[in-house]
């Protein structure tokens, strides 16, 4: 573990982690909990990750939420977990709670009939195979391709992509194994300043990520809590501290299971 933030005091912060009855535990999935699959749909955690999230979600002390970028519709079926734990799928845009209730965030009429014009040029183009749809948003996938084949998508997509994205007051995002448009309506930011907005005592919280995308997250969770960057290799961050996985990444959760 590597401390990239000065300010922050790790051993001040596990310790108030030990003691306390208010804690939020809000973790990213693809590259985080679980390593990259060129098969999205055999993305699984790292051995021993379920079990030990299975552990934190049945302290009453913590609040386990999963904030990740895939329709939770197909997170679930990964999860391998025995209880289901609250999610925020599509970035933010869809919550799954607890109890199995279930909401999606307002979305711009203009934003989501771009959408639509994104996704029949793909398919008009041909890489179809290669794209995801989920609420308010579309991703074309290029894990597995070598770096002439992603050059080659990246300059058929990107192009027309931004013209539909500025036509439609859509976001285009490049991620780690793709780019998507997205709907303006939230991002992994909100999504944890409303959890934190939700709780009160001051609570111990960390957010674990590894993606552009968790920057947004960072950004939020920043002199509230801890942003940790779970990578095999350092790239510039907003996070507070670096671990890689598994190692260091079920150490981490270790702490977190009573």
């Not at 749909?41 to 904030?67: C, F, H, Q, W």
């Not at 209880?83 to 979305?107: C, F, N, T």
Request: net charge negative.
């Amino acid at each position: 573990m590597k401390i990239l933030e000065k300010k922050i005091d790790l051993e001040n912060f596990f310790h108030r982690r030990d003691r306390s009855s208010r804690k939020a535990l809000l973790l990213d999935y693809d590259g985080t909990l679980a390593p990259f699959c060129p098969e999205r749909n055999m993305a699984y955690p790292y051995p021993g990750v379920p079990e030990l999230l299975d552990r934190i979600m049945k302290s009453p002390a913590t609040r386990l939420v999963i904030i990740t970028g895939r329709w939770t519709k197909d997170l679930m079926p990964l999860l391998q977990m025995e209880g289901q734990p609250e999610i925020w799928g599509s970035h933010g845009i869809e919550r799954l709670k607890m109890d199995g209730s279930y909401e999606v965030a307002p979305m711009d009429e203009d934003a989501l009939n771009g959408l639509v014009k994104a996704d029949e040029w793909i398919r008009d183009v041909g890489l179809a195979k290669r794209s995801e749809e989920k609420p308010g948003c579309l991703a074309v996938h290029w894990r597995g391709l070598d770096e002439n084949e992603i050059d080659q998508v990246k300059k058929q997509v990107e192009p027309k992509w931004s013209l539909i994205a500025h036509l439609s007051g859509l976001r285009l995002k490049e991620f780690d194994g793709g780019i998507e448009l997205r709907v303006p309506a939230r991002d992994k930011g909100d999504a944890v300043r409303t959890i934190l907005g939700e709780m009160h005592d001051d609570p111990v919280v960390a957010y674990l990520g590894d993606d552009l995308t968790d920057e947004d997250a960072f950004r939020a969770i920043k002199g509230k809590g801890i942003g940790v960057l779970v990578r095999e290799e350092l790239r510039p961050t907003g996070a507070d501290v670096w671990i890689r996985p598994p190692g260091e990444l079920l150490e981490f959760l270790s702490g977190w299971a009573p």
